[in-house]
T-cell receptor, first 113, second 111 residues
Framework: NAGVTQTPKFQVLKTGQSMTLQCAQD?????MYWYRQDPGMGLRLIYY???????DKGEVPNGYNVSRLNKREFSLRLESAAPSQTSVYFC????????????FGPGTRLTVL | SQKIEQNSEALNIQEGKTATLTCNYT??????LQWYRQDPGRGPVFLLL?????KEKRKERLKVTFDTTLKQSLFHITASQPADSATYLC??????????FGTGTSLTVIP
């Protein structure tokens, strides 16, 4: 099993450009999450999906949209990237609604110029 | 607003000693608390979960305590090894679907 995979690993964007971060898990988990990690700020939840077909905002959703394409895949879209969105983005999944451990992907390092 | 504090950003200890990391929180009563390990350039990896009705949880050289009165969790690594060097994160369950993570403590075990 690959666990949680994320693409791309690295990305550089110019201000105003758009992009989609892809995440997939092969553990048949119901719940999936997107976090961003910034120095001194820790991991902050952007959006989560408790089950296929549902999505909810987390702590810092502004500037992002998500799609739970199916049970395996959960994508994060930046419609108009801003320098403040420079960060490392992690996708995670868990097999129950937040009461179990989260399995994290390797992360995407995004720089917005 | 929810606030989670982990003790000093960096902790250096000698190999063989016990490392103790602290996680303090305010303004919430979580049903459980988790500890994760994160190595540079990688995603966090789950280590231990402790529920509000548990005082202590152990796993090999790891021990976690949870004091809901003090709103504090302590994470201990006994007989520390250089391979234990990493950043350790605590995470609080907020609503069953959301977690708040602390900023982490960077641990360096000196041979």
């Amino acid at each position: 099993n690959a666990g949680v995979t994320q693409t791309p690993k690295f990305q550089v964007l110019k201000t105003g450009q758009s992009m989609t971060l892809q995440c997939a898990q092969d553990m048949n988990h119901n719940s999936m999450y997107w976090y961003r990690q910034d120095p001194g700020m820790g991991l902050r939840l952007i959006y989560y999906s408790a089950s296929e077909g549902t999505t909810d905002k987390g702590e810092v959703p502004n500037g992002y949209n998500v799609s739970r394409l199916n049970k395996r895949e959960f994508s994060l879209r930046l419609e108009s990237a801003a320098p403040s969105q420079t960060s490392v983005y992690f996708c995670a999944s868990s097999d129950r609604q937040g009461t179990d451990t989260q399995y994290f992907g390797p992360g995407t390092r995004l720089t917005v110029l | 607003s929810q606030k989670i504090e982990q003790n000093s950003e960096a902790l250096n200890i000698q190999e063989g000693k016990t490392a103790t990391l602290t996680c303090n929180y305010t303004n919430y009563s979580p049903a459980y608390l988790q500890w994760y390990r994160q190595d540079p350039g990688r995603g966090p990896v789950f280590l231990l979960l402790i529920r509000e009705n548990e005082k202590e949880k152990r796993k090999e050289r790891l021990k976690v305590t949870f004091d809901t009165t003090l709103k504090q969790s302590l994470f201990h690594i006994t007989a520390s090894q250089p391979a234990d060097s990493a950043t350790y994160l605590c995470a609080l369950d907020i609503s069953g679907n959301q977690f708040y993570f602390g900023t982490g403590t960077s641990l360096t075990v000196i041979p």
